[in-house]
């Protein structure tokens, strides 16, 4: 039985340490996961490939892939916060409106085409716009 007085600081250094070093290397190991399973560029064949390889030797498999296609992990996750930043834009634009003069002026012809303005409320909100 480990009893405080036999367990060092080194000892809690070297645990931590270990501790993590694991988490780092579960973290990478999801990480090349799922940049095989996000790459356009790789057929299926190469996907399952990719995957028994990392599956039966993990830490050869992991490190080869690093090297092999290490610089485009960068590219698909650089594509991938474009994607979700354009989508998010699209999103809060859709939700929000038009913004644009443009936009509210085209919303005030259709209201004043539908009847619901006067032409004199019309150009009233136009020239509001505009200034």
Avoid: C, N
């Avoid at 600081?9 to 579960?26: A, E, K, Q, T, Y």
């Avoid at 690093?66 to 998010?88: E, F, S, T, V, Y």
Wanted: aromatic residues 16%.
């Amino acid at each position: 039985m480990v009893t405080v007085w036999e367990y060092s600081p080194g000892d809690v250094f070297l645990s931590m340490l270990w501790f993590f070093l694991f988490f780092i290397w579960i973290w990478l190991l999801i990480t090349v996961f799922a940049d095989i399973f996000r790459s356009d560029d790789l057929s299926g064949w190469s996907k399952a490939l990719w995957t028994v390889f990392v599956i039966v030797l993990p830490y050869l498999g992991v490190f080869v892939y690093l090297i092999a296609r290490g610089h485009k992990m960068g590219g698909h996750m650089a594509a991938q916060a474009a994607r979700q930043d354009a989508q998010m834009r699209d999103y809060v634009q859709s939700v929000a409106g038009s913004s644009s003069t443009a936009g509210e002026i085209e919303r005030l012809a259709a209201l004043r085409d539908g009847g619901t303005l006067s032409e004199a409320e019309f150009q009233q909100a136009k020239a509001k716009l505009l200034a």
